[in-house]
C-alpha cells in the first residue's frame, strides 16, 4: 500500500536535493585533493550538505505532511536557492576570484527564511 507519492514539484524538489548533496562532496573532494580552495570553501560546504539533507527530508515528507506539505516545499526550495546564492558565491570568491556582490548574503537569507518555513510547517503540524 502506497502512502503518498512524490509528484510534479516535490519530486524536482526531491532530485535537485539529492543532486546538491552529491555536489557537495564532489565540491570536497576537489578541494581537498585538487582546488585547495581554503576557509572559504570550507564554509561553504559547511551549509552546502546540511541544507540539502534537509531539502531532500523535507521534499520526501512533505506527502505526508497534510496542510503544511506546502510550507515544507517552500523550506526546501529556499534551501537549495540559498546554497547556490551562499555556497555557490562563496566557491567562485575562492575558486575563481568573482565576485558576485550581496549574492552571498541573499542566500543566506533565503537559507533563513526556509528554516522559518519548516518552523511554520511544524506549528501547522503541532495544530497551531
Do not use: Q
Amino acid at each position: 500500500m502506497r502512502l503518498a507519492s512524490l509528484s510534479g514539484c516535490g519530486a524536482a524538489l526531491a532530485v535537485t536535493a539529492a543532486a546538491f548533496g552529491a555536489a557537495a562532496i564532489v565540491v570536497g573532494a576537489l578541494s581537498a585533493h585538487r582546488l585547495g580552495g581554503g576557509p572559504l570553501v570550507d564554509i561553504g560546504l559547511a551549509y552546502h550538505l546540511p541544507h540539502a539533507v534537509a531539502a531532500l527530508a523535507a521534499a520526501l515528507a512533505a506527502p505526508l505532511a497534510g496542510p503544511a506539505a506546502a510550507r515544507l516545499r517552500w523550506a526546501a526550495l529556499l534551501w537549495l536557492l540559498g546554497v547556490l546564492g551562499f555556497s555557490g558565491g562563496l566557491y567562485l570568491r575562492a575558486l575563481a576570484m568573482v565576485s558576485l556582490g550581496p549574492v552571498v548574503p541573499f542566500g543566506a537569507l533565503l537559507m533563513i527564511a526556509g528554516w522559518g518555513f519548516a518552523a511554520a510547517a511544524g506549528w501547522r503540524l503541532a495544530g497551531r
